[in-house]
């Protein structure tokens, strides 16, 4: 089971997984926005999304949960 | 204790030879059968400490390692001493070193004479600080002063079993009860992505081992560059097509040096891991060792931040003390700005870089391939922090921010009184506008900032023609782990 975490204060543009979801190692997740950057976020893992905690349009902190791939 | 003798040593040791030996790891380390002890037989004694003279891809090299076998490879006076002499030989010959660690830190029976020992080791290694290479590899536990003496050297690669803490779990627990593991306190997880202790990590001492040869043939033996041996790649489909698109610039990195990542000859990522958003990188151009530092836009955008500034100046002084040209490929929104960032000491972390890169005397070339912006601009190897060249693709773009940053700061006031559905379209003539009185590319160029704008298609001939056109040059100061 793989945390992915935000490294960085942004805000959320594109989710691009459901939960349930089978991904490989590399898949993009969800898409960040910040420093007007399009900052995507990838699984370091092959698995099944097991949650996803953010939708578009929410503001991740530093840190905050973003999903959880098992 | 089997007493060994030149003849000894040179030879292959029995497959049944136990692999913590530490000259069935010295063996593994040089080119077979070139190794030969740097100390008198008779001190291989029960001082667990073997050094030696061999060759790496043919240079002479330096290595001790530690014996496990023998109290878990804690230090005493006269293990320490075997070191000590290890470096004195290095020094004199001008040689990397090479230790392979494995040792639970200072003997406790002999008290405060192995705390003196341990020191006398860590005064060695600072002496040849930026003198010679030094690499550390862990192959096992290394605790208090097994874990400083790698944490002075240049590069530490940390194999799947080597753990690197002050202290172990079980002194961790009785003193303040905090309760977890020798790999979560100092295994490969840690060290690799949060702590930045290690520079590479390895599942295997086998593999830990190949990159100790590779990194100390490449800073031992640089070569020559020659130019002619210098193709062009063309780079111009590598580079996503809307701007603010973050994509991953080690396929660059890749192209732009003789080899890619996982070839003989291809680069070598220092510090994979920690502080991803910007990369660190040997390899070499046309034959000739360089050192690469590069934006990695797919990861905080390719921020800088306080750990990536931390981690670049290491790098950058690394290179330098060792004569080492640098590539600085440039593609960076800025420095991170906020809250995590201030209290993390961006800005003294940040003043790193910008000492390092203005102290440099090494040839260093930078390419900006898309974006430098603001204080990180002057951060990546500006030409006002003495780069020797600046290059740039068509689609860069150097300024204090954004166009469109730009212009919503500078026309705040006119911006708020257009109604919001035109307000996107303001923006955008606005900005365009603005790009016109700043100027772009074209006034860089006017006032010396960029030397060249180059096809994507001439990168490595520009590249390494500047890097010749330098010459060598070397900086006069250690490599102090920042």
């Known amino acids: 089971m793989a945390e992915i975490r935000a490294e960085m204060v942004a805000n959320v543009w594109k989710v691009l997984v459901a939960e349930g979801d089978d991904v490989s190692d590399g898949d993009t997740l969800v898409i960040l926005e910040s420093m007007k950057m399009e900052i995507p976020i990838l699984a370091e893992d092959a698995g099944t999304v097991g949650q996803l905690k953010v939708a578009e349009g929410d503001v991740v902190q530093e840190g905050d949960l973003i999903a959880v791939i098992e | ?482």
Not at chain 2, 95 to 105: A, D, R, T, Y
Not at chain 2, 106 to 119: I, P
Not at chain 2, 221 to 250: C, M, N, W
């Open chain 2, 1 to 482: 204790m089997t007493v060994l003798d030149n003849a000894v040593l040179g030879q292959q040791v029995a497959p049944q030879a136990d692999p913590r030996d530490p000259q069935v790891r010295l063996q593994a380390l040089f080119d077979d059968g070139t190794l030969r002890p740097l100390t008198a037989p008779h001190d291989r004694d029960d001082s667990g400490m073997l050094a030696g003279l061999g060759r790496v891809e043919g240079v002479p090299v330096v290595g001790f390692a530690s014996d496990p076998r023998i109290q878990g490879g804690a230090l005493g006076s006269a293990g320490c001493e075997v070191i000590v002499q290890a470096y004195d030989a290095a020094l004199r010959e001008r040689v990397p070193i090479v230790g392979l660690w494995h040792s639970g830190g200072a003997r406790l029976r002999e008290g405060v004479e192995s705390l003196h020992g341990v020191g006398r080791i860590f005064a060695a290694m600072t002496r040849a600080s930026g003198i010679v290479p030094q690499i550390s590899v862990v192959l096992g536990p290394a605790a208090g002063g097994a874990a400083y003496g790698p944490a002075l050297t240049d590069i530490v690669i940390l194999s799947g079993d080597g753990r690197v803490f002050v202290t172990g779990p079980d002194v961790v627990r009785s003193v303040t009860g905090e309760d977890v593991d020798m790999a979560r306190l100092g295994g490969p997880e840690p060290h690799s992505r949060r702590s930045g202790v290690v520079h590479m990590v390895t599942d295997t001492d086998a593999e830990a081992v190949a990159h100790a040869r590779r990194l100390a043939a490449l800073l031992g033996h640089q070569g020559t560059l020659r130019l002619r041996s210098v193709t062009d790649i063309d780079f111009g489909s590598l580079l996503p097509e809307s701007t603010k698109r973050a994509y991953d610039v080690h396929p660059l990195l890749d192209g732009l040096l003789d080899g890619p990542a996982g070839t003989e000859t291809g680069i070598v990522e220092l510090h994979p891991k920690w502080a991803p958003n910007i990369v660190t990188a040997l390899g070499r151009l046309g034959g000739r060792t360089v050192g690469v530092i590069a934006n990695n836009p797919l990861r905080l955008g390719g921020c800088l931040d306080a750990l990536s500034a931390e981690k670049a100046a290491r790098f950058v002084r690394m290179c330098d003390a060792f004569g080492v040209p640098l590539v600085v490929v440039v593609d960076v929104p800025g420095y991170l700005p906020g809250l995590g960032q201030e209290w993390d000491g961006v800005v003294r972390r940040g003043a790193k870089l910008l000492h390092a890169f203005a102290e440099a005397t090494v040839p260093r070339v930078t390419l900006v391939t898309r974006k430098a912006y603001g204080g990180a601009y002057i951060a990546m190897n500006s030409r006002a922090l003495g780069a020797t060249k600046v290059l740039a693709w068509p689609t860069a773009e150097v300024a204090v921010m954004g166009p469109v940053a730009a212009v919503r700061i500078l026309h705040r006031r006119r911006l708020a009184e257009v109604p919001e559905d035109q307000r996107a379209t303001v923006e955008a003539e606005l900005a365009a506008e603005h790009q016109q009185l700043t100027g772009g590319l074209d006034r860089a160029k006017e006032l010396g900032v960029i030397d060249q704008v180059i096809s994507p298609d001439q990168t490595r001939t520009a590249i390494a023609r500047a890097i010749t056109e330098a010459g060598p040059a070397r900086g006069a100061h250690s490599n102090i782990p920042l």
